[in-house]
Each structure stands twice: as structure tokens, then as C-alpha cells.
């Protein structure tokens, strides 16, 4: 018996240190991309540093011409596009506070201390749903859970680029992890912080409406204004709101219109398919959805909650990118490996074919002439969707 713990720490061990391996060579390094290591990417940072630096000098941060005055020939005005909301000034001005190469540095330090928050979060939501607790290099599961999430192609992707979905889910993760816990105000603070990305979670916004978390909400706006102050104290509310609806609409208008190639989502699909809908159309769609699923909470077990929510957001919200699916494999990881006995050869079969699936390559995909393939992690998630609300179960209770 002793034997089979050390061997199984010991396998759990080398799962663990090879997908960190593979998220620090890819993610940070860039051992694989087409420079090869020696090139330090971060590109989608230049954007995030110029905004910030505009915010820290008082100036509108939606403003092209003028957030790329602030580092010469960092950016081309006519490439830069903002779109976040006012909210995310602080973190933006956080990161953009040294120097460049510096706040990059200080970038690639808050993705890791995140990804350890992500991991652990994850970790506690798997044991508050498993009756077995166990330290999680004594436990397959725990270990295979940190091993997916830490060595998915969407993390290193995450990591290469220098975006934010890795710090957001985080807080919309930490925040449904107080959500079930009955914490209100702390998941209302952390939410704050996830709504900096909308399109991560306003499904989850909308369920605490329907579910009339009145406490989470005023905590969450409180915390969004206080997050504004700095826009707000520059340009006023109403003002700082209308700057950054513009610039959504533009970012919405350019570069991530429907047919751009890394976007995420039914309306893109059927785009590439041929069809037009129209954004408003999709978005009440998933309005919808969420309301018709509120009909079934008692039998929706509420480990299941957040990944039905990721999903609808991902598939019917707006400007959602490949490299967000990170927020869905991590919430629908605890609840499908609580469901897996260890001697359940054929569902872990189902599990790691799906896992594989979804990270599989598009660029080999989009060597197809067909473009449905082109779509192949839309069609899986809807899949996984229905799986989720059809097999149905009675809520379960959570430890306070």
C-alpha cells in the first residue's frame, strides 16, 4: 500500500512539473514560435501600457491619437484599439507605472501569482464537491485537474500574447467560489474586478440578478465606481461610459468583427457559415437562455452553475476570444471529475477525448476547405452544454 502512495505521488508529481514546463517554455519563453525563444513577445501588452500611462497623465484613454503620444512609436494610432472598460484604469495603471520592459516583467508575475490563485480555487471547488479529502499529490484527480489548467495550449497562449483572461477568470472564479460559499461582499468585490472582460461574465451578473443577490450586486458596483474613480474624476461618469461605448463599437466594427479568425462564438460561426445575426439578436439569445435555465436551479447542482454560465456567455456574448475558453475548462473541470469513478475507463476516455479536442490546433483545421472544422471548439462546447443541462440533479449543499 505504501508503494502504490509513493508511486502515485510520484506520477502526479511528473503530470504536474511537465505542465508547468510546457506553459513556461511556450507561454513565456516562446520555445515553438515561429522567432523562437529568444523573441519576448507580450504583444497585446503595448496596448494595456498605453492606456494605462494615459490614465496615469489625466487623459483619455480611448483616445488613439492621444494614449500613443504618450510612448513614441510604441503604436501606431491607427492600430490601437482600447475597449475595456473605465473600471480597468487601476490595473492598468498599476502594470503601466515602471518602464516598459519592467511593467512587462510585472505582467508575466501577476499571470503567475494568478494562475497559482486559479489553481487553488479550482482545488477548493473540487473538494467542497467531493466527499474525499485528500492532499492533492496523494490524489489523481486533484493532480490531473492542476495539470490541465496549468498545461493547456490556451494558458501558454495567454502568457505568450500578455493578455488578461488569466487575472479576470481568476476573479470571476474566486467570485462564484464566495458565491456558493455565501460570501456576497467578497464575491461582489471580485466580480467588480471580472466585469473588467463583460463578455466573461455577464452571465453570472445576470444569474445574481435573477437570484436577487442584492448584497453581491451593491458590492460589485460600489467597487466598479471605485475603480473608475480616476476616469470618472477626468472626464466625468456619463462621459467616461460614452468614451468607452465608442470604443467598443469600434473594436467591435474593426478588428474583432465577425469574420476575424480568433474570435469565439455562434455569431461568428455562422458568419463563416454564411449567415448574418445580428449582435443584439445573439445577446438576447443568451438573455434567454439564462432565464429559461433560472426555471431549473433547484435541479442544476450548483458546482455545475458556473460552467452552464461560461459557456452561454462564451457562445452568445460578444468579442470573446479563443485564448478566454481558459475560464470554461476551469469551471467545469471540478464538477466532471467529481462525477468520474477511477475505475470509469470509459468516461475518463469521453473526458480526456474532449479535453484533447478542444485544445487541438486550428491552424491544422483551417488546412480543411470545410469550414465547419474551422469551428470545431463552438460545436463541442455546445455539446458539452446540453450534457450539462439535460443530465440533472438535485443542488447540492455546500459547507459553509
Known sequence: MGNKRYFVMIFNCIMIIAAITSATMFGIFGYGRPKGPQHFSLYDFNVFYLAGKTWLNGLNAY????????????????SYNFAYPPHSALLFMLLSAPNFENSKL????????????????????????????????LDFKSSLLISIIVGNSFIANILWVGQTS???????????????????????????????????????????????????????????????????????IITSIHDWMLAMNNYLRTGNSEGAWNLFGIQSTLYDLGFQVSSPIIFICSILLVLIIHQFVMKINIFNLLGILAIIGFLFGQAAHQYDIIIIIASILPYYLRKISKKDFINYFFFFLTIVAINFPRKLLFLSDNRILHHHREIILIIVLLFQIVRREERQSVPI
Open 166 to 236: 488569466i487575472i479576470l477568470s481568476t476573479a470571476l472564479l474566486a467570485s462564484y467560489y464566495f458565491y456558493i460559499r455565501s460570501r456576497e461582499i467578497r464575491s461582489g468585490i471580485l466580480l467588480a474586478f471580472a466585469l473588467m472582460k463583460p463578455q466573461l461574465a455577464f452571465t453570472f451578473l445576470l444569474w445574481l440578478l435573477l437570484e436577487k443577490k442584492w448584497k453581491t450586486l451593491t458590492a460589485s458596483i460600489i467597487s466598479v465606481v471605485i475603480l473608475s474613480i480616476v476616469p470618472i474624476y477626468n472626464r466625468g
Open 63 to 78: 483616445d488613439a491619437t492621444t494614449a500613443c503620444k504618450q510612448v513614441i512609436g510604441l503604436w501606431d494610432p491607427k
Open 106 to 137: 510585472l505582467l508575466i508575475i501577476l499571470n503567475i501569482f494568478c494562475m497559482i490563485g486559479f489553481v487553488y480555487i479550482c482545488l477548493n471547488i473540487y473538494k467542497l464537491s467531493s466527499e474525499r479529502k485528500q492532499f492533492f499529490l
